[in-house]
Every structure is written in C-alpha cells, then in structure tokens.
T-cell receptor, first 113, second 109 residues
Framework: DADVTQTPRNRITKTGKRIMLECSQT?????MYWYRQDPGLGLRLIYY???????NKGEISDGYSVSRQAQAKFSLSLESAIPNQTALYFC????????????FGPGTRLTVL | GQNIDQPTEMTATEGAIVQINCTYQ??????LFWYQQHAGEAPTFLSY??LDGLEEKGRFSSFLSRSKGYSYLLLKELQMKDSASYLC??????????WGAGTKLIIKP
C-alpha cells in the first residue's frame, strides 16, 4: 500500500540537542507538510514543500528547519531543542492543489527534557 | 485573521445521533474537510464539501453552507469506536488547510 512513514515514532532528548525527524512517502505526491500538534491547539503548520526545489515556512517555523532530499523524503530538524518543542509531530502529503486532501504519517512523539 | 471554531468536547450515547458544528472565517474558500483522529494516532479523512448541501457516506454525513461559513458533521448510530477527535479544516484562497482545534467526542454506553 502507498504510505507515509515517519521515524522515529518516539524520541526523548535533552535541551540543546539537535534532532532530526524523517518522513518518507510512497504515494508519489509532490506536496509534503510538517505539522505539530499540542493539546487544545490543533494542527499547526511548520513547513511545507510543493516540490524538491520549493520550501516554504508555515505558521510556526522558528526553531525548525527542513530538507527535501527527494520527492519522497522530507526531514524536519530541531537545531537546538527546547522543552516547549515537546509535541506530537506529523508529516503529511497531498497530490495536487485544487483538491487538498492530506494523508498523514503515524506521528512522532517528541519529548524535550 | 483566519479562524475555525468548533466545540472543544461533546458527549453522546451509544446508538444515538450527534452533530458536530464548525464555523469558519477564512481568506477565501476552496473546500472543507472533516478528519477523524483517535488519541495518539494520525488524522484520517472522513469527508469533503465544496458546494452547499449534504454529503452522505454511510453513518457519517457532512453539510456545508458557504454563505453562513458553517458546516456540520452528523454521526448516526453511534458506536464506541467513534470516540475520537473530529477536526474541521478549510482550504483557503492559497489552497492551504486551516485547521480547527478539534472536537473530542466521548461516547457513553
């Protein structure tokens, strides 16, 4: 089945550490997204990419960076993790612009101590 | 600014019907999505409305009124497995999804 996968699924780290979250997809979609979810706040967009050469900041990009290594891979980095980056992180993909149904990976639960 | 409003939490009884409302104010409108999300899991697609009216899909239906900036998700014959959060999302003028905070639905036997 065409799918969206994320690694790791869970990560506990310390303040100041560099962390990379990885997302891969076999759906053949050009568009990829990184969200974080906090209780009561819903999904907030961190970065998005419409193709390998197109990277855009979302609502809450400060403290994060991304890399689109290939159509199928989109990585999120926390250069120096801080406790308020503790959250559930989701990667998502979509096929085209006009019908923007998004398909989500299983999520990465990140805890920064 | 852009805003999606939905109730934080609702409680319903197994076998009953529940309606979850969503109101939105966005810069443009290119469709409205409903997603289901079980605790700790990924959101999964339920329905899409771009024209006014009701879309029915089994036990779930979704309604849209663009003039009122309003949608609802109707769940019939509630089952315990329907206990989840339900997310409303609007595709704005840039085709970006703007997400509501979600409605946590608790089903009681």
């Amino acid at each position: 089945d065409a799918d969206v996968t994320q690694t790791p699924r869970n990560r506990i780290t310390k303040t100041g550490k560099r962390i990379m979250l990885e997302c891969s997809q076999t759906k053949g979609h050009d568009r990829m997204y990184w969200y974080r979810q906090d209780p009561g706040l819903g999904l907030r967009l961190i970065y998005y990419s419409f193709d390998v050469k197109d990277i855009n900041k979302g609502e809450i990009s400060d403290g994060y960076s991304v890399s689109r290594q290939a159509q199928a891979k989109f990585s999120l980095s926390l250069e120096s993790a801080i406790p308020n980056q503790t959250a559930l992180y989701f990667c998502a993909t979509s096929e085209n612009r006009d019908y923007n149904e998004q398909f989500f990976g299983p999520g990465t639960r990140l805890t920064v101590l | 600014g852009q805003n999606i409003d939905q109730p934080t939490e609702m409680t319903a009884t197994e076998g009953a019907i529940v309606q979850i409302n969503c109101t939105y104010q966005t810069s443009g409108f290119n469709g409205l999505f409903w997603y289901q999300q079980h605790a700790g899991e990924a959101p999964t697609f339920l329905s899409y409305n771009v024209l006014d009216g009701l879309e029915e899909k089994g036990r779930f239906s979704s309604f849209l009124s663009r003039s009122k900036g309003y949608s609802y998700l109707l769940l019939k014959e509630l089952q315990m497995k329907d206990s989840a959060s339900y997310l409303c999302a609007v595709s704005d003028s840039n085709y970006q999804l703007i997400w509501g905070a979600g409605t946590k639905l608790i089903i009681k036997p």
